[in-house]
């Protein structure tokens, strides 16, 4: 049966949406499957959450994460650094300068995953660029 959302017979014995008060009416097979089917396209997926951990875990891995924060002392927490390097590199993975090597299947040698640069140079100027920081007027006079 169906209002606005599907309810089996025993949610709704009597025809009636147990949320709006409203008739329901019996839903064709079809119908329930195409509801189904719009329902999981509707729902955000965390496919793409799982991704920016694993390449946050990739290239912070052995300490690298925090290796460059010290380096480059940027002005801001360490976990907010380590979202703006992982949007870096994911973005230099769309662009091309930045390789992700992952196994085809889990396992525990660490040196499976890793991130390779085919412009090391480039990364070094994004990552200056990301985090430099202007000038300010008071220094500037």
Known sequence: MSGRRSYGHAEAPDA?????G???????????????????ELVASDLRTKHRQLVRLIWTRNGMGERYYRVLAPDLPYNRFEARVTDLLLRGAEEGWVR????????SDEAAYRVEFTDDERF?????ALFATAPSPITEQ
């Open 16 to 20: 009636v949406c147990p949320v709006c």
């Open 22 to 40: 409203g008739p329901t009416r019996e839903m064709g097979r079809l119908s329930a499957i195409v509801r189904g089917v719009m329902a999981n």
């Open 124 to 128: 070094v100027r994004e990552l200056e």
């Open 100 to 107: 992700f090597v992952l196994p085809s299947a889990p396992t």
